[in-house]
């Protein structure tokens, strides 16, 4: 079988013989692929012309929930992609990691919608008063940049590699051009033909070419994103072509790496943390067949232990059976194949050299419902180091199977020591009771790791463990991990979006962002604010209102209703070396009359009070003077209906400036209010 690409609208096979893909587990020839003769430059151009305008012509908000009719789609018919996913050597366990957590990621991105705003504009940041009297301001706003982003994904996770990168750059109004390992990339293909077959995407928004893709970056622009994961000297290669430096290409790096898991020195036999440590380790040795970027390779341990803690995970290694993942018991599948296998086992001879095996064998090992010789088997294999300060192969060579190495430490400085020798890890792990220690370690191993799990019998029951790199957490690492970051919330999104300093009048940064900006033109209206329909409020629409004396009565009554009896309010003796000249009204109190001074009685539109997000009390309220109150409609967010809801909504921020009779701000806050929808009589 040929496998396709999905290039320019249409499914193409390769040309000419291909690369083949093999099954791992009985080494049956499954398909070839090929990207001889691809025009990439041409791929690129329909990406940005096609599929680039149509991501960027809806809003943060409908590309979320382009992402949620997606997730949906794929998750009603994830399990036809698990037959596929055993011929890559994955076990029912490690294909759920791959397909339902791709899937997964894309739901956790279409809820990010809630978090950016219903347009085309993210504004960023504070803003940036630029002038004396404020006719000057600067903002920064984030719009998508007008590229393609190429995505060269690695063998292990065929489906999750795609859909945790893809999920963000159409977030982010994107488009992608997939390119994932010629191993493996039959599993990919399976998905893509089912996304492009749902109609969800806009056309030009997702090609996938199969194959080996050389050449695919020759056509790079400065608008274009590059996204890699894979090993490090192959990330090194491309990111140092001359297109890429030329044009000064964003180029994300997520490579393998030598990730460490730190047993503490008060974590020992018979304690919760030494058991989960042993279980950890076990899980990220086998899963997956040891074929992960965030795998354990370095184990280190206080010296004290290393006997109880070898014991221990051979113990726990030994009830690994090895076979075919299709087969009921089977714990551990195959590696990707027979070249990986060969790979894998040159590895291991290397680290031989310096290091000792105390558990596995090469050879010796057995296999359950298939042929060890036709497949990519491998047994477990534990290395102990017993000097790795000075044997340091440990820390230069990553053997990417089932492999990983026991070291003793000291003390916890020898163990940071230790950990930071991998030169840069996309994460490790610090299993500790004692939060001395574990403030000690990321502290002192924080800078050389992209993510560090704390790992103990409290967050044990509901951690997804050293291995899982969850998508609102930043994934990647420096040094030796490629220095990138992958998803990490709206991290990721903003990596595909390009940042702009505006600056201008508040006016014309209102207009450009969609969001009030004080000093901006204000606009009242004859009609109460609170008696209009969401769509029908302006931002800029600004109501004044009557004006009120504070007296010391007020102050008094707030007090004994509030509770609130804090002696800059009611004692007037005791403010001598405060900022204070008599008594104070409460900020509260000002918040509170300026809501009754805005607020329209009459039932309207408005549904209910929301929430307060900022709040600052900027001068001192003394009896006897005044106050008044702009509310001024800073921002409007539109929100989905619910299933049992029969109408719709969304959440208006008010600017609420209250001012003396002066005219200087004596409290400032956003307020929010739930504003229901669709034009009505009004009372």
């Known amino acids: 079988m040929k496998l396709a690409h999905y290039i320019q609208g249409q499914w193409a096979p390769h040309e000419g013989e291909g690369l083949p893909q093999y099954n791992a587990i009985n080494g049956n020839l499954i398909g070839t692929s090929s990207t001889e003769g691809l025009d990439f430059a041409a791929i690129m151009d329909h990406g940005r012309k096609v599929g680039g305008p149509a991501l960027r012509r809806m809003t943060f908000r409908e590309r979320g929930l382009m992402l949620k009719k997606l997730a949906l789609h794929l998750n009603d018919i994830r399990k036809k992609y698990y037959p596929l996913s055993y011929q890559t050597g994955a076990t029912k366990a490690d294909s759920w990691v791959d397909i339902d957590g791709g899937i997964g990621t894309l739901f956790a991105y279409a809820s990010l919608r809630k978090k950016l705003p219903d347009d085309v504009v993210y504004v960023d940041g504070e803003t940036a008063n630029l002038s004396k009297e404020g006719t000057f301001i600067g903002h920064h706003v984030l719009t998508p940049r007008h590229g393609v982003a190429v995505h060269i994904n690695a063998f292990n996770f065929p489906i999750w590699g795609m859909l945790e990168k893809l999920s963000v750059n159409l977030l982010a109004g994107m488009p ?166 060969a790979e894998v086992r040159r590895r291991v001879e290397l680290l031989s050299k310096s290091s000792k095996i105390v558990y596995g064998d090469l050879d010796d090992f057995e296999v359950i419902g298939a042929d060890k010789s036709k497949g990519a088997f491998l047994s477990p294999i534990l290395f102990l180091n017993d000097d790795p300060f000075n044997k340091k192969d440990s820390h230069e060579i990553e053997a990417f199977g089932p492999v990983s190495t026991l070291m003793p430490y000291r003390n916890l400085e020898e163990a940071i020591a230790l950990a930071n020798m991998g030169k840069g890890s996309l994460v490790s792990t610090i299993c500790t009771y004692n939060p001395k220690i574990a403030r000690h370690y990321v502290i002192g191993a924080g800078a050389y790791h992209g993510r560090i799990l704390m790992l103990n019998r409290e967050s044990a029951p509901e951690s997804t463990g050293h291995g899982s790199p969850m998508p609102l957490m930043v994934h990647g690492g420096p040094g030796r991990a ?22 201008g009048h508040p006016s014309m940064i209102t207009s450009v962002t969609n969001v009030y900006q004080v000093g901006g033109k204000q606009t009242e209206k004859l009609v109460h604010p609170f008696l209009k329909h969401f769509e029908e409020l302006e931002i800029g629409e600004t109501r004044i209102t009557h004006k009120h004396t504070v007296t010391e009565a ?17 004692d007037a003796t005791s403010l001598e070396g405060t900022p204070f000249e008599q008594r104070v009204a409460h900020g509260y109190y000002i918040l509170s009359k300026a809501a009754g001074m805005f607020v329209e009685p009459r039932k309207g539109p408005v549904l209910l009070n929301y929430g307060l997000e900022e709040c600052r009390f900027t001068k001192p309220v003394y009896p006897g003077m005044t106050i008044g109150v702009k509310l001024t409609v800073k921002e409007k967010i539109a929100q989905e209906q619910r299933e049992d809801e029969d109408y719709q909504k969304g959440i208006v ?31």
């Open 653 to 683: 921020k008010w600017l609420v400036d209250v001012y003396d009779e002066t005219g200087e701000t004596v409290a400032i806050a956003t307020i929010l209010t739930m504003v229901k929808m669709g034009k009505g009589d009004r009372l």
């Open 482 to 503: 490629g220095g990138g970051e992958e998803m990490g919330g709206l991290r990721g999104v903003k990596h595909y979006l390009q940042r702009t300093a505006i600056q």
């Open 176 to 341: 992608a051009v997939i390119k994932p390992s010629e191993i493996t990339s039959f599993l990919t293909e399976a998905m893509v033909r089912d996304i492009i077959a749902s109609g969800i995407l806009p056309e030009g928004t997702l090609q996938l070419v199969n194959g080996s893709g050389i050449g695919i970056l020759e056509p790079m622009t400065s608008q274009d994103v590059v996204t890699f994961t894979g090993s490090a000297v192959t990330g090194r290669m491309l990111k140092s072509l001359p297109v890429i430096i030329d044009n000064a290409v964003s180029f994300n790096m997520e490579a393998d790496s030598l990730n460490a898991a730190i047993l503490g020195e008060d974590a020992v036999p018979g304690t919760p943390e030494f058991d989960l440590f042993v279980k950890e380790v076990r899980r990220e040795i086998t899963t997956k067949c040891g074929q992960k970027c965030t795998a354990i390779r370095r184990i280190i341990v206080p010296e004290s232990l290393i006997e109880d803690v070898q014991i221990a995970i051979g113990k726990a290694l030994s009830k690994t059976t090895i076979g075919d993942p299709q087969v009921e018991g089977v714990r551990m599948g195959s590696l990707v194949s027979k070249k990986q296998e």
């Open 554 to 570: 007020d102050i008094a009554n707030f007090a004994n209703v509030s509770g609130d009896h804090f002696y800059a309010h009611v």
